[in-house]
């Protein structure tokens, strides 16, 4: 059977952190880095994924080769069949991971998936957002996971703040942790003072200046938060903050409104009051142009090609020019 994986969902953290599993098989640095390959299907040739599967490992037992996005390459019959003829013919010493975005409405009907049923040539593992009332339960066991422990209250607490955004709940949680020293459980107050409640605000204000086309004041927010928060936090809100917009934009044109957005998102009623008067604001073909743009940085910024505070600085910019 090859070695093959296909991870999907909509909790990208999720599926981030699975693929940094595979990647711990390589107990050498420098043996890891020869031997991984990180591909998107959107932009690597024939050729380059080739190579990359059919090469042989270099002082190690197995390749991991981990490609992105196969939905948005092969998006017609026949470069599906034969791209999956290809995989289907991978050596032992490949490990291929496939992963990709996917919702959860979109998950059983998904080509690989399908394929997946009918060879049986791959493994697949679903990592889907939990629901709104899941996520309380979510946070204590990551907080177990860190190392720490919270109260249930304030888990609910940190639930009002970040919906079901798990990445964006991690984050907080292990500033949480290390904001008490991991020498008590984190309390509801912890959470008041410490937690994205603080930098939420901006982040509207900041979207807000994108839509109405305030460069100036986009860019004084952006500085704001980059003063008080690393990039990555700020990036990730900002990524959240933009999926949540093109979600709401998506209920909208279905004829919803906050409430049904509310339901749909998994968040607060007031973020989603929010959320759906900034959505009014863009179309939705803008909304998919400036989150497909969020793909390409963040994939750039996970090979090391670009700064994340140089890329949102950049980002500002070409929203409002």
Known sequence: ??????LYGNDEFAITRRLAEF???FTDPTSADM???RLDARTVSEDELNNAVNAMPFLAGQRLVLLSNPSARY????????????????PESTRLVIYESVEP??????????WVERTKLAQVQAFMLPRLKEMDGWILNETKRQGGQMDRDAAVKLVEMVGVETRQAAQEISKLLAYVNWSRPVKVTDVEAVSIITAEPDIFAMVDALASGNGKSAQRLLHRLLENEDAFSVWGMVVRQFRLVLLAREVLDAHGGVNEVTNALGVHPFVAGKVTGQAKRFS????EKIYHK??????AAKRSQVALD????????ELTT
Do not use: Q
């Open 294 to 299: 969020l793909l390409e940085i963040d994939e």
């Open 105 to 114: 409405k979109e998950s059983e009907k998904h080509w690989l998936n399908k």
């Open 35 to 37: 031997n991984t390959a």
């Open 75 to 90: 998006n017609k019959p026949d470069m599906r069949r034969k791209f999956l003829e290809f995989i289907g013919k991978i």
């Open 1 to 6: 059977m090859p070695n093959i994986y296909f």
């Open 23 to 25: 990647g711990a098989v």
């Open 310 to 317: 140089l890329a949102l600085e950049t980002l500002v910019v």
């Open 284 to 287: 939705m073909l803008a909304l």
